[in-house]
């Protein structure tokens, strides 16, 4: 069986879980392939028997680029996905409209969960000392019980045998999170504050004096946002604020107006998210 993880992942926490659950597999020998979707076809997932799609949260959604993304996807040969999401602040119903998504494009959903983990656009406007960062350096991810439970739930299912596996893709009730009432009338509230103030934010990039062009946030930056022309930083309108080049630039010369300046920097639950090395883009 040939198994695929796709994941998108701005500030690590992602790509943190598809990672623990490629090493848990492989450990077994499985044929498995962990990719980020900017590495990969969304039309080759037809070579594989199941796909395993992790994507984190923005605004109780999936981002509208994964969605197009997912548009553009063929289906792997049994049509079975498991998916998993990461949130910082409040996920709300986003997983069970991904999970319809799928389903509406002939996918069969077997396994969901999402995963409250730091969440990194709060982190950047945090001061290092504060407690709230100290509670988030303390904690152990490797150790958490819904992390850990969910990444056994994946091998325990793959490691069926081929009828039991068989008999869950035939199944025509979907694997689904239940509809969370609350979220109904949150989601359009939490979307109501967002929209607005994602667009504020996007015009609020820049860099300061202790930049060292260095082109690492014109590399990873996923929306091709970034450019560095006649050695001054060019940021655009296509932003899909995921954080990534606040986070990773390595002397701290990206802002968001004034209020990230001197503040904490998130690369991972392990610190050591270094996504130019997971793109090949060095």
């Excluded at 969304?42 to 028997?49: F, M």
């Excluded at 049994?78 to 002939?106: E, P, Q």
């Excluded at 893709?169 to 009338?185: I, P, Q, Y």
């Excluded at 802002?255 to 904490?264: E, P, R, Y």
Aim: proline share 4%; net charge positive; with cysteine.
């Amino acid at each position: 069986m040939k198994i695929l993880i796709l994941y998108f992942s701005g500030t690590g926490n992602t790509y943190f879980i598809a990672n623990m659950i490629y090493k848990k597999c492989k450990e077994d020998n499985y044929k498995i392939q962990l990719s980020s979707i900017e590495n990969f076809s969304p039309e080759n997932v037809k070579g594989y028997d199941i796909l395993i799609f992790g994507f984190p949260i923005y605004a109780c959604d999936m981002p509208l680029f994964l969605q197009e993304y997912v548009d553009r996807m063929s289906l792997p040969k049994s049509r079975g996905v498991m998916l998993f999401s990461t949130f910082g602040f409040y996920a709300g119903n986003s997983l069970r409209r991904t999970a319809k998504k799928f389903s509406d494009k002939g996918f069969i959903p077997l396994v969901s969960e999402e995963v409250k983990m730091p969440g990194s656009d709060g982190l950047a406007f945090m001061k290092k000392d504060s407690n709230f960062v100290k509670k988030v350096l303390s904690k152990n991810y490797l150790e958490n019980p819904i992390i850990k439970n969910y990444v056994n739930k994946i091998y325990n299912f793959i490691d069926k045998n081929t009828d039991k596996l068989k008999q869950e893709l035939n199944r025509e009730d979907l694997v689904m999170s239940k509809l969370k009432a609350r979220g109904v009338v949150l989601d359009s509230f939490v979307k109501m504050i967002y929209n607005p103030g994602e667009r504020f934010i996007k015009n609020r990039f820049w860099v300061d004096n202790k930049c060292i062009k260095c082109r690492l946030c014109e590399k990873i930056c996923p929306a091709n946002n970034i450019r560095i022309t006649n050695n001054e930083v060019i940021f655009s309108n296509q932003c899909y604020l995921c954080m990534r080049c606040i986070h990773q630039c390595p002397v701290e010369s990206i802002q968001i107006g004034k209020w990230t300046v001197d503040k904490f920097r998130w690369q991972g639950p392990n610190n050591d998210y270094k996504p130019a090395k997971l793109l090949n883009k060095t």
